[in-house]
């Protein structure tokens, strides 16, 4: 049974289609997988009734005839996207044990092709951070070593795929939230256009920047799953109306003549020696494949750090304004009078990294200082946007480290907030530009803790981006590589 534990997507759907499994032996598989490592504490809620009666329906549609490809495959949604029947959350104590009366868009689009749900996942409260030190729930331990951080926002997703306790997992983007994560725990993760997946039932954070994206094993998993999680949705006033396609179309094009831009300004100082050799040995696996590798220039990336930290609190302030204890959520329990109640109940709520947001965003959207921070940080980010457009005239792709080093320990950046943006260095630029972009495994530095190669592509190019990975995850096996002991 371990072998069905360690099986993909696609996979997965193969033996469901062949009879070889079920949907119900394979929930109650994973669910037993769950329990037996809670000492990741990745899941915040796991409610075995709904899932096993999830599967069931799923095996009964499968008995009339349906032939699905994702029709009784497990998943695990982050919390931040709203469901009926777990709690959500956001890993907040503003949210604890909130049921929502409707279903998050992606989560439904997933659930009508028939994808099993086994719960939700651990997060960076509000999806604020890049190590999941911040829920409310407690850290979320990196499978390859415990005393490492998973990444974040999305720790609980990518521990979970890296674990092998799910095959793929939702997860949210908005600086880096997938990327990063993905490459701290060795698995692939892939964040589509902006507007692309729907953001109505995603708790909000920064609504120019959030995007739903995948943590999965494999760059064709991730496709096979796009194809249903991604479309229009008429609820969300940001959801591009793009034709549906199949986002597998490119998986077997092969790279050569394909141009790979390598921005010089990711390889420079900062970017620690070990990540660098792994980096720089995917890219020479390209070039055997016939790619070719052409340097390029993203000349404002390195100003995409203090751009995302004045626009992206500046929305979560706006975003965050709604949780104050008036229709929803926690509500202190002794206050003097409706201003008092707002001011207690937000201060009993929200942990450190929101409250820290909060305030920078108040600020600097305050008179006097919108136009000198907020303006200006939007006319940068314009900037490095034209830089990603002009680089894509010269190549086909961009190729380049995800994170300066493989993950850090607990704590090792708590007392430096700055030093914890500065992770999201190379992953900023695509999420200001809205392009699609991923992590693919590609090796391992320091205590053999993996690295992570991250892709960008044009907009609304996911598909040719899936094939140049899925090109590279042929050639190597980085992505077969599980954590001793899962």
Known sequence: MSELAHAGVAELGRLLRQKKVSAIELAKLLLDRVEQHRELNAFLDVRPEVTLAQAKAADERRARGEDGALLGVPIAHKDIFVTRDWASTASSKILQGYMSPFDATVVDNLARAGMVCLGKLNCDEFAMGSSNENSAYGNVLNPWDQGAVPGGSSGGSSATVAARLAPVATATDTGGSIREPAAFTGITGTKPTYGRPSRWGMIAFA????????????????????????????????????PREDFTRHLADPVKGLKIGVPKEFFGEGLQPDVERAVRAALAEYEKLGAQLVDISLPNAELGIPVYYVVAPAEASSNLARFDGVRYGHRAARYDDLIDMMKKSRSEGFGPEPKRRILIGTYVLSHGYYDAYFIKAMQVRRLIADDIQRAFTQCDVIAGPVTTSVAFGFGEKTTDPVAMYLADLYTVPGSLAGVPSMSLPCGFGERGRPVGLQLMANHLQEAKMLGVAHQYQQATDWHRRVPEGF
Do not use: R
């Open 207 to 242: 609504s120019s920047l959030d995007t739903a994206g995948l943590m999965t094993q494999t760059a064709e998993d991730c496709a096979l799953v796009f194809n249903e999680m991604l479309g229009f949705d008429p609820k969300d006033s940001t959801s591009l109306e793009t």
